[in-house]
């Protein structure tokens, strides 16, 4: 029964970790999905998240079992100062570009840093778990759902506020990522 009652309860821990970990990929994905995104991108850039939302705790559960925790604090910092570059790249465009819509987020390298900005608290968690004994599967298991999940949504939210913000919607997204990452590096 205590055995049942401790699965439970470390399951809904990390239901709730994994939950937490996904709402930046969630609000990230409102300024990116502002840009005008379809769905195949949507589905791509969610999938890749997830798969983010995976990797990043593996790497960090290997690192955290055999480093301290200075490499959170950098991992935060690395992190903000991605999604500063790329939310100065979508304010630029935005200004100096007009009517073409920014790409860096959705295709190739640009997918790749995004994803990777919106999963490395995934990999400071994942560093922690290195740690102490918990159920790293299950753990990554949900990481990867919930952050492809949050992020699909977030992304099909954005895409609606964007249609209304016409013109507008690639600075307003820029401004969300900027201030994330800043908010990040504070």
Not at 12 to 18: D, G, P, S, W
Not at 100 to 107: D, Y
Not at 118 to 128: E, I, K, Q, R
Request: proline share 1%; aromatic share 12%.
């Amino acid at each position: 029964m205590d055995q049942v009652l401790f699965q439970w309860g470390q399951f809904l821990t990390l239901l709730i970790i994994a939950f937490a970990l996904s709402m930046d990929a969630f609000s990230l994905g409102i300024g990116v999905g502002m840009v005008g995104i379809r769905l195949r991108e949507i589905i791509k850039v969610s999938i890749t998240i997830g798969l983010f939302h995976i990797m990043m705790p593996i790497i960090g559960i290997v690192v955290g079992a055999y480093l301290s925790d200075l490499v959170g604090d950098i991992a935060v910092f690395i992190g903000g100062g991605v999604l500063m570059i790329i939310g100065l790249h979508m304010l630029w465009n935005g200004f100096i570009q007009g009517d073409q819509k920014s790409v860096l987020k959705t295709k190739g390298f640009g997918l790749m840093l995004f994803a990777l900005s919106v999963s490395l608290d995934a990999f400071t968690v994942g560093f922690s778990f290195g740690l102490i004994e918990v159920n790293r599967i299950l753990a990554i298991s949900l990481f990867g759902i919930m952050g492809a999940t949050m992020s699909y949504f977030g992304l099909l939210l954005g895409r609606s506020v964007g249609g209304w913000l016409g013109d507008y919607s690639e600075l307003v997204g820029g401004l969300i990522l900027f201030g994330f990452g800043l908010k990040f590096m504070i």
